[in-house]
């Protein structure tokens, strides 16, 4: 997973760094929060993506917002990264923005999301079967031992 993880966010921020439109230049931010994520400075980006919330702009504290929810992801802190999640989802909802890297970082967040709940499933459903599994071995060792009994019962 950490390899996907990886190649995603990879993804994510090359997505982000496509050139803005003339008008609405990238704050340091959020360049900042960027090249820190590159470069697996988690905290200094955490720090960067939360001065970038509180910039005034909408579009610009979604693609923070988005960018914590993928630091969260990074360290495995799904229910931080569902509620981020859920703070851009009510954002985008009340002021949707068509930024192009908005929207591929939203589409990469989807993406993230499904393959993190795919792989906590998977890892669910085998940790219930290998607990199955023991529980039939010890079942098993269990009916060996009263055959067992039972044999040499009628040898008597």
């Known amino acids: 997973m950490p390899l996907r993880l990886i190649l995603l ?4 921020i090359s997505a982000c ?3 803005p439109t003339p008008h609405t230049p990238e704050p340091i931010a ?6 820190h994520f ?12 939360q001065a970038a919330l509180n910039t005034g702009s909408e579009r610009l ?22 509620t981020t999640l859920d703070e ?10 068509s930024d192009n890297s908005l929207q591929m970082l939203r589409m990469s967040l989807q993406l993230n999301l499904e393959n993190t709940l795919r792989l906590n ?20 060792l269990a009916l060996q031992r009263a ?8 040898l008597q």
Request: charged share 20%; with cysteine.
């Open 9 to 12: 966010c990879t993804f994510v």
């Open 17 to 19: 760094q496509t050139p």
């Open 30 to 35: 959020i360049q900042t929060a960027l090249q």
């Open 38 to 49: 590159e470069n697996k400075q988690y905290q200094a980006a955490a720090t960067s993506f």
């Open 61 to 82: 504290s979604q693609q923070a917002l988005a960018g914590l929810c993928l630091l969260h992801l990074q360290n495995q802190d799904i229910v931080a990264a569902t």
């Open 88 to 97: 851009l989802y009510q954002r985008a909802l009340r002021k949707p923005q």
């Open 121 to 140: 499933l998977e890892s669910q459903s085998r940790q219930a079967a290998e607990a199955k599994q023991q529980r039939l071995y010890k079942e098993t």
């Open 147 to 154: 055959l067992a009994k039972l044999r040499r019962l009628s």
